[in-house]
């Protein structure tokens, strides 16, 4: 059965850091892209970042290039999102999820949402 | 960015009633198109991805067509377990992006 776990929310201050982590089971984590999205108080969904199976591949929301790190340790099935210098607007549920790639189009890749953990918490408050 | 409007953003119906939701992306996207259903406090579930290819383990009322800028996510007969908000997300091109989400609430 495929499992995700997010941990690392919390309260934290403008300006300050989190690391969030997230820990995977029941499927070859290494051979799946992971991604974190995020969803402020009532509001939609956002993708914030994606990072290949290997780790050698990143991208990132232009609301948080620069700022936030996606990284993943293949050994310990777990990923991360290192976030710095954080914003009132980063407050948000944080969902990690793992990313099913796929042919579209002849020979496009494409990629989806398969699996989605039950997000944590982080709100940026002083 | 590619955006993406869905519409209507609020649909009021019936249990058994046959619901479409529309999503319109900004440009091209060609069937690189996932839908997804988020119930209150829950995390999101895939239901449909490459436009038009179901999830498994989701009921076949579900269904999604279009390809380039227009798609449709249908439920062919509206279920309790069904009331809950939906997005569309493209992945054509970085940023992925969603639309802003449409509500089923009961009539």
């Known amino acids: 059965e495929v499992q995700v776990l997010e941990s690392g929310g919390g309260l934290v201050q403008p300006g300050g850091s989190l690391r969030l982590s997230c820990a995977a089971s029941?499927?070859?984590?290494?051979?799946?892209?992971m991604s974190w999205v995020r969803q402020a108080p009532g509001k939609g969904l956002e993708w914030v970042s994606v990072?290949?199976?290997?780790?050698?591949?990143?991208y990132y929301a232009d609301s948080v290039e620069g700022r936030f790190t996606i990284s993943r340790d293949n050994s310990k099935n777990t990923l991360y999102l290192q976030m710095n210098s954080l914003r009132a607007e980063d407050t948000a549920v944080y969902y990690c999820?793992?990313?099913?790639?796929?042919?579209?189009?002849?020979?496009?890749?494409?990629?989806?949402?398969?699996?989605w953990g039950q997000g944590t918490l982080v709100t940026v408050s002083s | 960015d590619i955006q993406m409007t869905q519409s209507p953003s609020t649909l009021s119906a019936s249990v058994g009633d046959r619901v479409t939701i529309t999503c319109r992306a900004g440009?091209?996207?060609?069937?690189?198109l996932a839908w997804y259903q988020q119930k209150a406090g829950k995390a999101p579930k895939l239901l449909i991805y490459?436009?038009?290819s179901l999830e498994s383990g989701v009921p076949s009322r579900f269904s999604g067509g279009g390809s380039g800028t227009e798609f449709t996510l249908t439920i062919s007969s509206l279920q309790p377990d069904d009331f809950a908000t939906y997005y569309c997300?493209?992945?054509?091109?970085?940023?992925?992006?969603f639309g802003q989400g449409t509500k089923v609430e009961f009539k």
């Open positions: 490459k436009a038009s």
């Open positions: 999820a793992k990313t099913v790639q796929f042919t579209y189009y002849y020979d496009s890749t494409g990629y989806y949402f398969g699996y």
């Open positions: 029941g499927f070859t984590f290494s051979s799946y892209a």
């Open positions: 997300q493209q992945c054509s091109s970085y940023p992925w992006t």
């Open positions: 990072i290949s199976g290997g780790g050698g591949t990143t």
């Open positions: 440009q091209s996207v060609s069937s690189c």
